[in-house]
């Protein structure tokens, strides 16, 4: 038998319950995997009672899985980065294999996660803690293994990517879309985490580490939420022929430069592949040298979609299991001495929306160009919309690609003109 | 060491040396797996100078490859279903393990390669038999394990799917798409596999086979091409907000029902994910009960696509060698003695285009929706167009959900009035 002790049965974990409860017996007689969920435990012992628990052990203390020898298997779905950490640190050290959904927990503390794990010769299973049922961590760590990874750009947190589908199609204010989002459930009660970018962050960190082979460290990802976009600027761009999306986007070329790796929302012209994921759903957009273009989509959240990447880590698990390979998949590299140089923000590359605020005088243009200009940034488009207040025209410009850095030395050279009334805007356009 | 021997050199055959070339000092030391390209076999010997094959013995003869016990892993790409089968075969019955991308030889005598792999206790691995570079094989069996997977629609065939795109949307009649497509070395001079829907075919019957746990034989899956599919259709589909797309569909609901598994084009509303799929990109919708829609988008084909899914077996393959887990994944479900049950096409239920084409005489509409009432058709809308000749107005019903059996005896019927002058069109509508 092998063994599985799950720790916090809140959504995903009574997700894990009922699937494990209707799929263990396909496991056991098809796959030859002898599964069984031995012991439950968590501190809401209420929760125990609505789920089908069978035959396992309900219980109030996560010492009793850790301190079980006869669990080889744990999944961590407590959450948080302090209690999860200590029970995941001593199971790993009693010789368990420990399943985790917790991205924070692995983007903040991975290396000693990792490094604990290879210690004690067995494997942490994580494929449910990036974009939920999709198989992103399959995909990078197995499918694309014969391929140098050159960019990534990712939908990867469900309640931003609602929120913006609410601004843009609704025309909806941010504070008003993020008010329908949490009474459908789709945003916490306290939404900072999300749309402060820091979720996306914590996944991009898990994804940029596996895919250039090394560690990227949460804290230095350049992070940006949403909180702070108007829906005219999302109306703007849609006139344009773009919409405004949240963004993870890690990119290396050539592959012995920094990786530029970060979270912003960014605008993508409206027949971009990613345009078209709307409301909760979630995209990885891989580029492989040798695969092009790989996309994976689907819900990035929730109870079953969740349980079912831990249901295939478990399968995976108890596999490795049975066949003797502690380590069939080494993470030995994703350790703090094998930490990446990130590319700096303001040394990036890109496209550029610019938006101004300014007073409508002759000559206004005229000054704002030149001072483009002089910092060696070239206009793609120029549009000037009727005034929304009686000081301040909105003047949009389109820039060809330009450096980050000389973008703010322009507008910190605008902000000063007498004919600025309003801080310019800045987004990103990715092609 | 872990010795390959590639038989086949060609697209996929020559893109595998290369990719081995670049990646297996990667393997080898950051992944820990020591495989060696040991010998590659191919009749045209011209091949070699063209290829990093390092120091790999190149020989014209597949024997050398088989027949050498230090040889572990042996990757079966010379196409075709009489040598790759004797080569497969004999390679499993001497206990190497076998790599392949031959999805006609899996659909059609799988039953017979996957017993004898099982036999002599090794795996066959095909990841690259289905959707070139998207990890198919590899989301159905291991990152969906813990679902019952409801539906399957997939555009899989790259040479229709640009086919139907520049009809589309350069408004070109089949045969010269087809002609364009030639042109562009995506159809072969002879395009009946791809056009006919046989390739297709293939695959679906494979991914069947692995969604159900059974087999499913290639030659009972009702198939359908895009070679007689009129650019009008595609124009008035427009019109009606759809696109036509030659699908693989598989269903199965509830689930010991028959299996529905079919290969035909239909019309997607122009909003459907898979509507977005253009040119010679592949999508695979997989539907399952806890994970809910997952979408897979690539290339499905080419030289350095499907190299990619076989280096994702090589490093698979080379794992289960280590970790002395030769039957990771079994295949024994998959044999003759437990063939599942398919629907007939005639037995679906479905939403209908229907065009007729009419004498453009008073009373014919309320003779042919009588007609419709009568075998229990519902009509959601209709569209009479102006005249294409002086005889034959083309009228479009599309359908509410009916049976097909239904359908085909309505159209039977109307087929037998006088005001009737052209073979009615049908292509059925998917949500």
Redesign the interface.
């Known amino acids: 038998m092998l063994n599985i002790g799950l720790i916090g049965a809140g959504t995903v974990g009574g ?1 894990v319950v009922k ?1 494990l409860h209707s ?1 263990a017996p396909f ?1 056991r007689n ?3 995997l002898p599964v069984h969920l031995h012991t439950i435990a968590d501190k809401a012992v209420n929760r125990f009672p609505q789920l089908p628990v069978g035959n396992a052990n309900c219980t109030d203390d996560a010492d009793t899985v850790i301190n079980d020898p006869d669990i080889r298997i744990v999944i961590e779905l407590v959450g948080g980065t302090t209690f999860a950490k200590d029970i995941i640190l001593r199971s790993l050290a009693k010789g368990k294999r420990v399943i985790t959904a917790n991205k924070a927990l692995i983007a903040e503390h991975g290396p000693e996660i990792f490094q604990t794990a290879e210690r004690h010769g067995v494997s942490v299973y994580f ?1 449910a803690a990036v974009g ?4 992103v961590i ?2 990078i760590r ?6 140098e990874i050159h960019s990534v750009k990712t939908i990867i947190n469900g309640t931003c990517n609602y929120i913006l589908t609410q601004m843009s199609l609704q025309g909806l204010s941010f504070s008003n879309a993020l008010a329908q989002a949490q009474a459908k459930g789709y945003a916490e009660a306290d939404p900072s985490l999300d749309v402060g970018g820091g979720d996306s962050g914590h996944k991009v960190a898990i994804m940029a580490s596996l895919i250039y ?1 090394g560690y990227v460290p949460f804290n230095k990802i350049s992070i940006e939420g949403i909180s702070t976009l108007g829906h005219e600027d999302i109306a703007f761009a849609r006139d344009l022929g773009y919409c405004i999306k949240l963004l993870g986007i890690m990119k290396r070329n050539p592959v012995n430069d920094a990786c530029d790796v970060r979270v912003h929302p960014a605008m993508l012209r409206t027949d971009h ?1 990613l345009a ?1 994921v709307n409301d909760v759903f979630n995209a990885v957009l891989l580029e ?12 990035g959240a ?1 109870e ?2 969740t ?6 880590d ?3 698990a108890a ?2 299991i ?4 502690p ?4 993470m030995s ?1 994703y350790q703090t001495g094998n930490e990446l140089p990130l590319k700096p923000i303001a040394s990036i590359i890109s496209r550029y929306y610019l938006r101004l605020g300014l007073v409508d005088v002759p000559g206004v243009l005229g000054t704002i160009a030149a001072i483009f200009g002089k910092h060696g940034i070239s206009i793609a488009s120029v549009m000037q919309r009727e005034n929304l207040s009686q000081e301040c025209v909105p003047v949009i410009f389109l820039t060809h690609t330009a450096s980050e850095q000389n973008v703010r030395l322009a507008l910190a050279e605008i902000a000063q003109l007498d004919m600025v009334k309003c801080a310019a805007r800045v987004i990103r356009i990715e092609e």
Do not use: H, W
Request: glycine share 18%.
């Open positions: 997700g699937l799929q496991f098809v796959l030859g494929e939920g049922g999709m198989p399959k995909t197995e499918a694309l293994v014969g391929n082979g592949i078209s492989g040298d040798a695969v092009g273009q790989i996309l994976l989509y689907g819900r929730g079953l979609p349980a079912s990447a831990v249901m295939s478990i399968v995976d596999r490795d049975i066949g003797a390979t380590r069939r998949i080494p590299y």
